[in-house]
């Protein structure tokens, strides 16, 4: 399977449905959803500006900086620490 790469630009909203197989699917989302604004190595502080609702998998989000996202996103079924359905790494790219 290919891995999703999306590509948007600073200050544009940033929107993809995500699918998986199954009935009441949750979703969640891991990694790097936002922007270094201090890049200091004692600090590195991320803003997030990428999330995902855990009940359509629509992942979203508008970006205030150029930069990169690589997230696993992960589909499971039912509620608490059921089956996981589906889990696959989103790469978003902003650019200026």
Do not use: C, M
Request: aromatic share 6%; net charge negative; proline share 5%.
């Amino acid at each position: 399977n290919a891995q999703p790469q999306y590509t948007t630009n600073v200050g544009k909203p940033f929107e993809v449905k995500l699918a998986a197989d199954g009935d009441d699917i949750f979703w969640n989302v891991i990694g790097r959803r936002g922007h270094l604004v201090d890049r200091k190595p004692t600090s590195r502080e991320s803003q997030a500006w990428l999330g995902i609702d855990s009940s359509n998998g629509v992942l979203s989000g508008t970006p205030t900086a150029p930069g990169y996202n690589v997230v696993i996103v992960v589909a499971r079924s039912g509620e608490g620490d059921e089956a996981h359905i589906d889990a696959r790494r989103v790469v978003v790219i902003v650019e200026e």
